[in-house]
């Protein structure tokens, strides 16, 4: 089965390696490529056409798609994909507290922006990406009136996995990006560095180890990495979108990891931020005046990481300086030197996992402009063993303040779930915490049973401070709903009961006497269907009741103690919410999305605003009746329409992989006569045809009649090069390299570089 082979380059195909010494392959026009061999049908009108194997419709199966998705995807090219989104969001708040003027907190926001998401995949320049967005509407900032309209813009562009050869990467960016941070950092158990947005640029290296039996199947994880970002910091705000609005001056950071040695990684990493303004000066809207309220700040963090099977252990220190003069309002900003450390322990053994660590850091501890856990102390311990019926896990914290002007405490809780059978479980979860010279306790216990009406989960808790005691009982189900329902029906409904016990004096301060009660209800109601081929709708209703006058906390009486959240400690008398989605599949690449939320409460807050009571021993009884009178309402709504293409498919390429990341080169060459045997083709020696070149022994192609020879995308890295010469015309032989031959056949080594052309003649010599 032989075709022309009169141009140059001629496309060659695959050859798989059991059939390479009794199978021949079709050479055909530009370029020669290696291809697989079930790729072309065979010459069926080839008198010495040979037997081949037929799998049934030639092998080809229809593609799934999901239902209503256009399988008629283009294909061909490389992997490419387009998301365009324009869209516009509405959020109008409204507050009445009788007696005070809150109109300054009822702001409304707009937006209307367009969103543009590239990206395109590319074999030797890696997955270039762009990033951009228009917007118009306010910029409200938090517990401020100020607020501005106008249009502005953000563009980036990004290369993601640039090969440069020899197991290197290199991600970068261009536009609005954000500080850099090393993986040690990223992947914490207990604290993380934050990151900032900048208006600048970043750029990552990565360096990758050679593939070997024990790491072919793994995912690649890089031995050595550095990154850089330099820019001008800045916030993000908006409803949807980025909004990015400068801070002004200049904010650098750089760092490094490596594995040094077998499981040990050492890493680096600082910031560096010059004659910026105080981010929470301007979110607050408190802090000295424009121009005043500016910062410099440097920071350093090095990091030590030990894993010996299933044990790691990382330790890790940081040092700031922060000067300027930052808003004197936010309690955690103080300038001047700080440092601290912590260290994170963890053992795997079986099915148990053992994690803990201890920690110290100085007050005023920033890291850039943004400020992290400062003014601390203490450890933590968790605990958790799993089997298949029986799961628990525990967990320890003990927190101090360096300076006694901070929360401090022990937090543990234990959580316990047992697999009655294929259908039951139960749990049951308990916390205990002690802070701030008082102490609060909660318990929690469930039960869940699976049935024919759906998954069913029943739920009752305690908890207890030193002024009040609550209880709940509670019932959530998920339905399962009449097949003659629109497809995709859902339905799930949660339904609670609670009651409060509190002292009179938690109301009324300087009354100890009685204990104030009170009764709540809570109903939600879940649902959602697909009435229509590609329309979805979802809706949720929810309404709680409260006839006590005493203050809840936002997240429960455990967190009431006196800390920081007990600022927040708020009644919530009635509320109800209603949200509604809907979603419509125009086409296989149009959605048109709608959303619509409303929420309606009484509200009365303790700590909030409230107005001053007229009594020193506190608040009468008529002035909290007057307080409860106060009401909050929340309308917000949204709308988008998205068009999303994709399109081709992922470039193979070849040869054996020597390292799992990089890119591609060519390999051409000719195999030729080399009659005064100097190793080098003269101009009137002749190519020698139908010689085969195998490549690591994966892929082959056919040399055309010039005895030209050629293999694109081959990966970079080392390779190995063999012929077989069953058609080389006697006396004539190609001479095997000692070095690099096999058996006494010709084989050569070579290394691919990236982007670049390699070149191998292999010349034949008379015996």
């Known amino acids: 089965m032989r075709g022309d082979r009169s141009a140059y380059p001629a496309r060659g195909r695959l050859l798989r390696p059991a059939l390479t010494l009794i199978a021949s392959v079709a050479a055909s026009s530009p370029p020669l490529l290696a291809q697989t061999a079930q790729e072309s049908a065979p010459d069926e009108g080839a008198a010495d056409q040979a037997y081949v194997d037929r799998l049934i419709d030639g092998g080809s199966l229809p593609e799934q798609t999901k239902a209503g998705e256009d399988s008629n995807i283009n294909r061909k090219g490389n992997l490419r994909s387009l998301v365009v989104e324009l869209g516009g969001s509405r959020i109008v708040p409204k507050a009445r507290i009788e007696g005070l003027d809150v109109s300054a907190f009822d702001q409304v926001q707009e937006e209307l922006g367009l969103t543009v998401s590239g990206r395109y995949q590319t074999i030797n320049y890696g997955m270039l990406g762009i990033d951009a967005q228009l917007r118009t509407g306010t910029a409200a900032r938090a517990f401020t009136a100020s607020q501005g309209s106008g249009f502005n813009g953000a563009l980036t562009l990004s290369s993601t996995g640039l090969p440069l050869g020899n197991g290197w990467v290199v991600d970068s960016s261009v536009g609005n990006v954000a500080t850099q941070s090393i993986d040690l950092l990223r992947r914490q158990q207990r604290f993380f560095i934050p990151t900032s947005p900048l208006l600048g640029g970043s750029v990552q290296f990565n360096s990758f180890a050679p593939l070997s039996v024990l790491t072919a199947g793994l995912d690649p994880e890089p031995v050595a990495s550095f990154n850089l970002a330099v820019g001008e910091p800045g916030l993000l705000g908006g409803i949807r979108l980025g909004n990015f609005s400068s801070l002004s001056g200049l904010s650098m950071t750089a760092g490094g990891q490596a594995d040094v040695g077998p499981g040990v990684s050492l890493g680096f990493q600082a910031i560096a931020v010059d004659d910026s303004r105080d981010p929470f000066a301007i979110i607050l809207a408190t802090g000295p005046a424009q121009g005043q309220d500016r910062l410099s700040s440097q920071g350093a963090l090095a990091s030590v990481k030990v894993e010996r099977d299933g044990f790691q252990l990382q330790t890790n220190t940081i040092w700031s300086n922060l000067s300027g003069n930052p808003d004197p309002n936010f309690v955690f900003r103080e300038t001047g030197k700080a440092g601290g450390f912590w260290l994170d322990a963890s053992l795997r053994r ?172 809570g109903i939600g109601i879940s649902g959602g269907a697909n009435p229509f081929t590609g329309i979805t709708v979802d809706a949720t209703l929810a309404y709680r009741s409260n006839a006590s006058r005493s203050a809840q906390s936002l997240f429960g009486p455990v967190d009431s103690t006196g800390g920081v959240l007990d600022v927040l400690a708020s009644q919530q008398d009635q509320a109800f919410s209603a949200t509604l989605v809907a979603t419509a599949r125009l086409s296989s690449s149009w959605t048109l999305t709608a959303s619509f939320t409303d929420t309606r409460s009484s509200l009365l807050s303790r700590n909030g605003l409230i107005g001053q009571a007229t009594s020193p021993l506190g608040f009468t009884p008529e002035e909290i009746a007057r307080i409860q009178r106060s009401s909050f309402r929340l309308q917000a709504g949204s709308i988008s329409l998205q068009y999303v293409f994709s399109g081709g498919r992922a470039q193979g390429v070849l040869g054996r992989p020597e390292y799992p990341v990089g890119g591609t080169g060519s390999l051409r060459g000719r195999v030729f006569l080399d009659a005064n045997a100097n190793g080098v083709r003269d101009a009137d020696e002749r190519g020698v045809p139908d010689i085969i070149v195998i490549l690591d022994g994966l892929q082959a192609v056919r040399t055309d009649a010039m005895g030209l020879y050629r293999f694109e995308g081959v990966i970079d890295g080392r390779h190995q090069v063999t012929v077989n010469a069953d058609a080389l015309p006697l006396p004539w032989s190609i001479v095997s390299d000692p070095a690099t031959s096999r058996n006494g056949n010709y084989a050569a080594a070579i290394a691919m570089q990236v982007r670049s052309v390699t070149e191998l003649d292999i010349p034949a010599i008379r015996e």
């Open 350 to 521: 079986g099915r148990a996992a053992h994690s803990g660590g201890f920690y110290y850091f100085d007050p005023g501890l920033a890291w850039g402009t943004a400020a992290i856990v400062n003014n601390a102390y203490g450890a933590y311990y968790r605990f958790s063993v799993s089997s298949q019926r029986w799961r628990w896990t525990a967990s320890v914290d003990a927190v101090e303040s360096v300076n006694g002007q901070s929360s401090s405490g022990i937090l543990a809780n234990v959580d316990v779930r047992r697999q009655l059978t294929f259908r039951m479980a139960a749990g049951l979860n308990t916390t205990l915490r002690v802070a701030n010279g008082q102490t609060a306790s909660q318990l929690l216990a469930f039960f869940d049973l699976a049935s024919d009406v759906g998954t069913t989960r029943i739920e009752a808790g305690w908890s207890h401070d030193p002024a009040s005691d609550f209880y709940r009982i509670g019932w959530n189900q998920n339905w399962t709903l009449p097949a003659w329902l629109p497809s995709g029906s859902r339905l799930s409904t949660q339904l609670s009961f609670d009651h409060r016990r509190m002292l009179q004096q938690a109301i009324v301060p300087g009354d100890p006497a009685g204990v104030e009660r009170g009764n709540s209800i």
